[in-house]
């Protein structure tokens, strides 16, 4: 095992935190919000969708003793702050928000294996820690919701989570267990950007 399953993992949720910071951060300046409200709104997506994982397993809120995931949060928060031309010339939300979706698929996947829970708990919490926090901010900026409006979002980490299980189940390399989930996540996500692909949507008769 040439990387520690641990530090691996730490190392994940921190650039989860930076990016859904920035990925909250660059529509709030588009909001012309204040540097305040630029600074909140960069704050849920980092670590709302963990905080809600972590109260529905009965754990203690990580962020309450994790100073280092609110540094890294305020990093992404300033960084969309300071170069708002930069970020928007690339257009990088949605792919930014696609790399975040998939690194917090995994660790919210992972924390849920590594308490014991049942197989199938861990691809749903790690649903929940990668689309809670996107879901306050979109509301918040006053955008569709993307879990609501973008099919193919929630059901990628589902899938890329159930992956996870999978390859730690056949006895796979933790790290690699999670390197190959996090990729399932951002390539199913990023072919549903690319080629805008939908899941079916219900027949309506009235149509």
């Given at each position: 095992?040439?990387?520690?399953?641990?530090?691996?993992?730490?190392?994940?949720?921190?650039?989860?935190?930076?990016?859904?910071?920035?990925?909250?951060?660059?529509?709030?300046?588009?909001?012309?919000?204040?540097?305040?409200?630029?600074?909140?709104?960069?704050?849920?997506?980092?670590?709302g969708g963990g905080t809600i994982r972590d109260l529905l397993l009965d754990q203690p809120v990580f962020w309450l003793t994790d100073p280092m995931s609110l540094l890294f949060a305020l990093l992404g928060g300033i960084c969309a702050l300071?170069?708002?031309?930069?970020?928007?010339?690339?257009?990088?939300?949605?792919?930014?928000?696609?790399?975040?979706?998939?690194?917090?698929?995994?660790?919210?996947?992972?924390?849920a294996y590594s308490l014991g829970h049942a197989a199938f708990v861990a691809p749903i919490m790690g649903a929940i820690t990668a689309t809670g926090g996107g879901v306050v901010r979109d509301l918040l900026?006053?955008?569709?919701?993307?879990l609501l409006k973008e099919d193919i979002y929630a059901t990628a980490s589902l899938i890329g989570g159930a992956v996870f299980i999978g390859c730690?189940?056949?006895?796979?390399?933790?790290?690699?267990?999670?390197?190959?989930?996090?990729?399932?996540?951002?390539?199913?996500?990023?072919?549903?950007?690319?080629?805008?692909l939908n899941l079916p949507r219900p027949f309506n008769k009235d149509h």
């Open positions: 095992m040439l990387i520690e399953p641990l530090i691996f993992l730490r190392a994940l949720d921190l650039v989860g935190v930076f990016v859904f910071a920035l990925s909250g951060g660059i529509p709030a300046v588009r909001k012309n919000m204040d540097v305040f409200g630029v600074l909140v709104v960069a704050f849920f997506p980092a670590v300071t170069a708002p031309n930069f970020w928007s010339r690339l257009k990088t939300v949605v792919w930014l928000d696609a790399i975040g979706l998939s690194l917090f698929s995994m660790v919210g996947a992972y924390k900026c006053g955008r569709e919701v993307m730690v189940i056949m006895g796979m390399d933790l790290v690699l267990c999670l390197i190959v989930g996090a990729s399932i996540v951002f390539v199913i996500r990023a072919c549903a950007i690319r080629f805008e």
